[in-house]
């Protein structure tokens, strides 16, 4: 049964159409005028195919009450998070990164390099990271946060990267990579000749590397040729060019993964990674990765391919820390000062996997002279600092060269305690002090909290040494003891 109503036809009380034999009927609503409202109250509404005559400007009011529901869903755009949710959350946690003044490689960035001309310096001018491969066949750079990103079960994250590629479309022989990711997992974009590609890096449990690699022209939602939903060609207008390119994933490593880029027309989803019934793991088998980005040669280069960067950014809807535990170290042998700025304690995280994956917050530290204590004692006067990434007798803290003891702590961390002549030299200064031969303690507190110890681009973990050098001497020779309290972020 059908019945039409066209231009012509004017409702005006209340209509009802039953048909008791429970056969479909169908009501065309065609022509509307564009000054009229069409209104359905408490009832189910199935538009099937074109409905003629229908233009923007016309107003449909879907009205509901609590036993007659209408249930709206959002377009699967970036309005949405990884979880389905309106972007009306707050972003509990933003780790990011930008060149101010320096390329950073004391503090916040490992690096690892090779082949003539390879190299990453700061640019000044425009406050970009410009990284080079050199033009050796097989020349690369690689940089790697010491910072890990926890990813949290339950949560949305995305990434966001900002780069010049720096490649024209003659450019062949060199590959060019941004995400957060290391060399067991992760995900990233990657640039080689004139083409885009999204990868997905996992650790199998056999160690195993695999990579599901999927270039622009298979993207399945916006190819970036000018036929997608952004209309806009990457390929056309250059890859010479900044664009921000970001994805987004579940904290669960597990469903799918969207990949997207900044368009003329705003944030556009370019590819959707979904993983949903086809893997016995995880799309990555880590929950915790670091910022990475590199360029790397596979033929011999006539020039210096580069790769610039302003800006990297995590978020999540959790908060950072994550699985924290209590650890301590502490050197009580008896530490003589001397005249020069020694080692006396250090801590760091183990070396390798799986300790590399986490991260070590700094809580406070203790120094107490045990000798010149007392009301008549003449105390002694003494400088201390406490050096991230230093030197102790020429080589690198967790060398441990030369250490009185080499100690594990907590879960997944470890300590060193020095001699009285175990010299310390390079490294960045995090924080100096004056303090006599009275208890001193010093918080942390007035470090941002993003500074945690991580590991390097080798696995090799971050430090931190606390250094004394005796100013003034007691009325007794110095005998200090000292203790260094952190958290393990797990």
């Not at 048909?19 to 009501?27: F, P, S, Y």
């Not at 970009?128 to 097989?138: A, L, R």
């Amino acid at each position: 049964m059908s019945y039409l109503y066209s231009t012509n036809t004017n409702v005006v009380n209340s209509v009802e159409i039953q048909n008791e034999q429970g056969n479909a009927i169908t009501v065309s609503v065609m022509n509307i005028p564009a000054t009229q409202n069409v209104s359905f109250s408490n009832q189910s509404v199935n538009l099937v195919g074109n409905v003629a005559g229908i233009t923007s400007n016309v107003n449909v009011q879907v009205l509901s009450n609590t036993t007659n529901y209408v249930y709206t869903q959002q377009a699967p755009t970036w309005s949405q998070d990884a979880l389905t949710k309106l972007r009306t959350s707050t972003t509990a946690v933003q780790i990011y990164y930008t060149p101010v003044v320096d390329n950073d490689v004391t503090l916040r960035w490992s690096t690892a390099n090779s082949g003539v001309g390879s190299s990453s310096q700061f640019l000044a001018n425009t406050a970009e990271i410009q990284m080079s491969s050199g033009t050796t066949n097989g020349g690369y750079i690689y940089s790697q946060s010491y910072d890990r990103m926890k990813i949290v079960p339950g949560a949305s994250h995305v990434v966001y990267s900002t780069v010049n590629f720096e490649a024209n479309t003659s450019d062949s022989g060199v590959t060019r990579r941004t995400g957060i990711f290391d060399t067991y997992n992760g995900m990233f974009w990657e640039q080689t000749a004139n083409t885009l590609a999204v990868v997905v890096r996992r650790q199998q449990a056999n160690g195993a590397v695999v990579e599901d690699r999927v270039y622009a022209t298979n993207f399945n939602t916006d190819k970036l040729d000018g036929t997608g939903p952004s209309k806009f060609n990457i390929f056309t207008a250059g890859l010479d060019k900044y664009y921000t390119f970001w994805f987004d994933f579940i904290g669960g490593r597990t469903g799918r993964i969207r990949f997207g880029m900044g368009t003329p027309i705003g944030p556009q989803i370019c590819h959707v990674q979904s993983y949903t019934g086809t893997l016995t793991t995880s799309f990555v088998n880590d929950n915790t990765l670091p910022f990475r980005r590199e360029i790397f040669n596979t033929t011999a280069q006539s020039a210096a391919p580069i790769f610039n960067m302003t800006g990297i950014s995590f978020q999540s809807e959790a908060p950072q820390q994550f699985n924290p535990s209590p650890a301590t170290a502490y050197n009580v042998n008896g530490y003589i000062s001397g005249g020069a700025l020694t080692a006396m304690l250090t801590i760091g995280l183990r070396t390798g996997v799986p300790y590399n994956g986490s991260a070590i917050t700094p809580g406070e530290f203790t120094l107490v002279d045990q000798n010149n204590q007392g009301r008549i004692a003449s105390p002694g006067t003494f400088f201390y600092q406490v050096l991230y990434n230093c030197n102790v007798n020429s080589t690198y803290a967790y060398n441990g060269n030369g250490a009185l003891s080499h100690v594990n702590a907590g879960r997944a961390s470890q300590y060193w305690t020095w001699a009285n002549t175990a010299l310390v030299s390079g490294g960045q200064i995090v924080l100096s002090g004056l303090t006599t031969s009275a208890s001193a303690s010093h918080l942390f507190d007035g470090l941002p909290g993003t500074f945690n110890l991580g590991s390097d681009i080798n696995g090799n973990p971050g430090t931190l040494t606390l250094a004394i050098q005796q100013l003034t001497a007691g009325g007794s020779s110095a005998n200090i003891a000292s203790t260094f309290n952190f958290i393990e972020q797990l």
